[in-house]
């Protein structure tokens, strides 16, 4: 574990937190005014290796082998010129910080990132921090990289979980949840739609599987699994020569198929690095899931729990009615669909290229 503190004056800044992978969902601005929940798990950081943050370059000011240089291989509307590294926490972990009044720009019901960094160091007054809890975007504390510090606990270390012991502790991320659009003259709005984190998780996937088909059509298995990609590759993908065969593949699963050609594999939520598979299934082309989501697509609950209420105790869980389904078809991320994408080196095909120039009309048809 580690603690945060300030590069200027070297004052705590964190409570002790454990190092876990960068969400997909990091990243994603969901739908228009919607209040979304804190990014991360409080007692949690991760680290964004990328350029992130103001300032911003337009893509005409940028030469594409610089771009290329940096791992970008499509046009993308601009580029960060921030420092890489910054680092995510739960903005209740944050500890001997204050806001800086004149640096409270946001868009539209809170902060966000127009205005550079919010927080300060309360010691030497060092900014250190953005606050972000704007509508559609999610809540947390992202961390200078050049202004804060890690230093170890003492004798505090996490261990990293195996993927049995994953297994066994079972958190699958539900592909459906209450939606919250912040209040109006009627009060709050709620309704049931599918899950922000499965959509964010479906862009990134669904990215990865049409680099990995090679322009041909893609299936994926029955059930949940199609719901949640087939409709999309059917649209994005030519009909015709034979289609190549993405399965799930992980722990707790049947060794695949030989004849598989890509593989849906989870991600470990500690280190982020994706289950390998052995023998002939090696060779397929490997497409990341967060783990919650890939658990529920391998190992689907009969339905959702809603919480108790009133008087039932804490812990209790409802299995009756079942939880509402969404009213719409599902639709994945199309600003994680691009981000992913455009560091694929297979966007650089003609075909792919061309859905990322039509993205905006395949979002007016309902794909994303």
Same mark, same amino acid.
């Given at each position: 574990?580690?603690?945060?503190?300030?590069?200027?004056?070297?004052?705590?800044?964190? =409570?002790?937190?454990?190092?876990?992978?960068?969400?997909?969902?990091?990243?994603?601005?969901?739908?228009?005014?919607?209040?979304?929940?804190?990014?991360?798990?409080?007692?949690?950081?991760?680290?964004?290796?990328?350029?992130?943050?103001?300032?911003?370059?337009?893509?005409?000011? =940028?030469?594409?082998?610089?771009?290329?240089?940096? !791992?970008?291989?499509?046009?993308?509307?601009?580029?960060?010129?921030?420092?890489?590294?910054?680092?995510?926490?739960?903005?209740?972990?944050?500890? !001997?910080?204050?806001?800086?009044?004149?640096?409270?720009?946001?868009?539209?019901?809170?902060?966000?990132?127009?205005?550079?960094?919010?927080?300060?160091?309360?010691?030497?007054?060092?900014?250190?921090?953005?606050?972000?809890?704007?509508?559609?975007?999610?809540?947390?504390?992202?961390?200078?990289? *050049?202004?804060?510090?890690?230093?170890?606990? *003492?004798?505090?270390?996490?261990?990293?979980?195996?993927?049995?012991?994953?297994?066994?502790?079972?958190?699958?991320?539900?592909?459906?949840?209450?939606?919250?659009?912040?209040?109006?003259?009627?009060?709050?709005?709620?309704?049931?739609?599918?899950?922000?984190?499965?959509?964010?998780?479906?862009?990134?996937?669904?990215?990865?599987?049409?680099?990995?088909?090679?322009?041909?059509?893609?299936?994926?298995?029955?059930?949940?699994?199609?719901?949640?990609?087939?409709?999309?590759?059917?649209?994005?993908?030519?009909?015709?020569?034979?289609?190549?065969?993405?399965?799930?593949?992980?722990?707790?699963?049947?060794?695949? *198929?030989?004849?598989?050609?890509?593989?849906?594999?989870?991600?470990?939520?500690?280190?982020?690095?994706?289950?390998?598979?052995?023998?002939?299934?090696?060779?397929?082309?490997?497409?990341?899931?967060?783990? !919650?989501?890939?658990?529920?697509?391998?190992?689907?609950?009969?339905?959702?729990?809603?919480?108790?209420?009133?008087?039932?105790?804490?812990?209790?869980?409802?299995? *009756?009615?079942?939880?509402?389904?969404?009213?719409?078809?599902?639709?994945?991320?199309?600003?994680?669909?691009?981000?992913?994408?455009?560091?694929?080196?297979?966007?650089?095909?003609?075909?792919?290229?061309?859905?990322?120039?039509?993205?905006?009309?395949?979002?007016?048809?309902?794909?994303?």
């Amino acid at each position: 574990m580690f603690v945060f503190v300030c590069a200027g004056c070297g004052a705590r800044l964190t =409570i002790p937190l454990s190092q876990v992978a960068l969400p997909a969902h990091a990243h994603q601005k969901y739908g228009n005014g919607i209040q979304l929940p804190v990014l991360m798990e409080s007692g949690t950081f991760a680290v964004d290796p990328e350029f992130w943050g103001p300032p911003w370059r337009r893509w005409d000011e =940028i030469h594409p082998d610089e771009a290329a240089a940096r !791992g970008i291989y499509a046009p993308v509307y601009a580029l960060s010129d921030g420092a890489p590294g910054m680092i995510v926490i739960a903005p209740g972990d944050t500890r !001997g910080t204050t806001l800086i009044p004149e640096k409270g720009g946001g868009y539209c019901c809170g902060l966000d990132w127009g205005d550079g960094p919010n927080m300060a160091c309360e010691t030497c007054g060092l900014p250190v921090a953005n606050r972000i809890d704007d509508c559609s975007l999610w809540q947390a504390v992202w961390l200078a990289p *050049d202004a804060v510090r890690r230093l170890p606990v *003492d004798n505090s270390d996490t261990a990293t979980l195996s993927w049995a012991e994953l297994l066994v502790e079972g958190k699958g991320t539900p592909p459906f949840e209450p939606i919250t659009r912040w209040g109006s003259l009627l009060g709050l709005n709620h309704w049931w739609s599918w899950s922000p984190q499965w959509e964010a998780a479906a862009g990134r996937a669904l990215a990865h599987l049409l680099a990995a088909s090679d322009g041909r059509p893609v299936t994926v298995p029955h059930g949940l699994t199609a719901e949640v990609f087939q409709r999309a590759l059917d649209a994005l993908l030519p009909a015709g020569p034979p289609a190549r065969r993405a399965v799930l593949a992980g722990p707790g699963l049947s060794v695949p *198929d030989a004849d598989a050609d890509i593989l849906l594999l989870p991600t470990h939520p500690q280190t982020g690095g994706p289950w390998s598979p052995t023998g002939p299934a090696a060779s397929a082309y490997p497409v990341p899931l967060p783990f !919650g989501v890939w658990m529920w697509l391998a190992f689907p609950e009969p339905h959702l729990h809603l919480p108790a209420s009133g008087t039932m105790p804490d812990g209790v869980l409802r299995d *009756d009615p079942p939880a509402p389904r969404p009213y719409h078809l599902f639709r994945a991320d199309p600003g994680t669909f691009q981000h992913t994408l455009v560091r694929l080196p297979a966007v650089r095909s003609p075909w792919l290229r061309e859905i990322l120039e039509n993205l905006t009309q395949y979002m007016r048809t309902g794909v994303f």
